[in-house]
């Protein structure tokens, strides 16, 4: 019987969905992107070869399977061009595979400017957004006013609505913002030219995945970024502008509550985050100045913590159950996918958080408020670290007794399987317990 499964990454992203979503993809007939925009980036590697997709699903490395964007993604057709013209440099067929919801809101030059300008105002306090627009164009959607890849069918509506969405922004951004206003007749230009070219691929994609349902296909829901970034759940207001709980994978593709199988969630062995936020485990180090904890450096270094996308050092930190459990309920994960357990290989200990104390009083519960994760301190508990290589080993029983250890005493505390373990970057090195299409 066919499965839709949906995966997720269950800290603040960056915890290695791409791999795996293309690793699970020799078992999908198509796989769906449902939120967020080309501000985060996954990473691929196959026998050696990296492939960093930013909007495209993970799944276009598959030559069979179908690609969907659905209409929770917010699209910058300058980003996606970009992407296809890269992918298909390197022999991948791409337009025919990929397919775009026309209830994607659009990325505009106007967004960007708003982004950066925001950014720029806010100093000191700012969210730390990559600057690409992703949430102006979610607020623009959310007031009615956006612009959408169904909108560019005709061209003499897309022109006129472009006008009248061009005269506000342009406004707040020589007027508040004290900056320069986007030019009409270009981005109206440059859009329906970039139109053009997606024509093809405008689908209604919500219609193909019931078509693909109704056949028993399997198929595959990917997000971007993590779960403690939802707009809604995240550490407000240190989070993306979109729904990236595995609730998204309904609202952003179109697919019923009832329709999903399984939940995937991925769980970096110890955690990272980029921007600003709180971040209770951070073992605090600035790559800049090599200043700052010894285990922080180490992670880095060995993690490779640099965004895929802007290339900004993650801050890393040590695992923390805390906010991982209520991270599992709220996506209700099925199983654990553990990525990158063989950065902790040379670690002679290794703790895990799984309780705060804050204002004196020990608590299983995270913060409601960003104010108090910055006030809460993490309570551990420490394990010896095995100081071996783990890095492509395909069977449990050969990883050293003390990763086992680490691992079941993470399913000990979740109360969830590590269904997957994923032991190195490349796709092969990844160790499958429990598929989640068996």
């Known amino acids: 019987m066919a499965k839709n499964v949906v995966i997720i990454g269950t800290q603040w992203g960056d915890e290695g969905k791409g791999k795996i979503v293309d690793l699970i993809t020799d078992k999908v007939a198509s796989v769906v992107r449902f939120q967020g925009g080309h501000n985060a980036g996954h990473t691929l590697v196959i026998k050696g070869k990296k492939t960093v997709l930013h909007l495209i699903p993970s799944g276009i490395l598959r030559s069979n399977v179908q690609c969907l964007i659905g209409h929770g993604v917010v699209l910058s057709m300058s980003a996606l061009l970009k992407e296809m013209t890269e992918l298909e440099g390197t022999g991948l067929e791409v337009q025919s595979r990929l397919s775009i919801s026309p209830g994607c809101p659009l990325i505009l030059p ?18 730390g957004t990559t600057g690409n627009g992703i949430g102006p164009a979610y607020e623009d ?34 007027n508040y913002y004290n900056q320069a206003a986007i030019d009409y007749q270009q981005t109206l230009d440059e859009a329906l030219e970039q139109g053009v070219l997606i024509r093809t691929m405008i689908i209604d994609v919500a219609d ?47 697919i019923g509550v009832r329709d999903i199988d399984y939940v ?113 301190k993490p309570i551990y508990i420490e394990m010896p670290g095995w100081q071996q290589s783990t890095i492509g080993t395909h069977s449990f029983d050969d990883l050293p007794i003390e990763a086992q250890n680490y691992i079941k005493k993470i399913e000990e505390l979740s109360q969830l399987p590590v269904d997957v373990l994923s ?3 490349d796709r092969e090195e990844t160790l499958i317990i429990n598929s989640p299409f068996d």
């Open 110 to 127: 106007y967004h960007i400017a708003l982004d950066n300008a925001r950014e720029a105002k806010r100093g000191k306090a700012a969210i």
């Open 141 to 174: 959607k959310v007031a009615r006013r956006g612009l959408r890849v169904g909108d560019l069918l005709d061209e003499k509506l897309f022109a006129d609505k472009l006008k009248q969405v061009m005269e506000y922004h342009n406004y707040i951004l020589e």
């Open 208 to 254: 193909e995945i019931y078509t693909r349902m109704a056949n028993n296909e399997n198929i595959l829901f990917e997000g971007a970024q993590g779960a403690l970034l939802d707009i809604d759940q995240g550490t407000y207001p240190y989070v993306t502008s979109s729904n990236t709980t595995s609730g998204g994978a309904v609202t952003g593709s179109g």
């Open 264 to 376: 995937l969630g991925i769980v970096k062995a110890y955690t990272t985050r980029v921007g600003g936020g709180p971040f209770p485990t951070e073992l605090i180090y600035d790559v800049a100045s090599d200043k700052g904890d010894s285990v922080g450096r180490e992670l880095c270094a060995r993690g490779h913590e640099f965004g895929a996308t802007t290339g900004r050092q993650r801050r890393c930190g040590w695992l923390d159950l805390v906010i991982l459990n209520r991270s599992f309920k709220l996506n209700s994960v099925s199983g654990i996918c553990l990525t990158k357990l063989d950065v902790l290989d040379e670690l002679s200990s290794i703790k895990i958080c799984v309780a705060y104390e804050i204002n004196g009083k020990q608590t299983k519960t995270p913060p409601f408020s960003a104010e108090d994760y910055g006030i809460a």
């Open 423 to 425: 032991t190195g970057p």
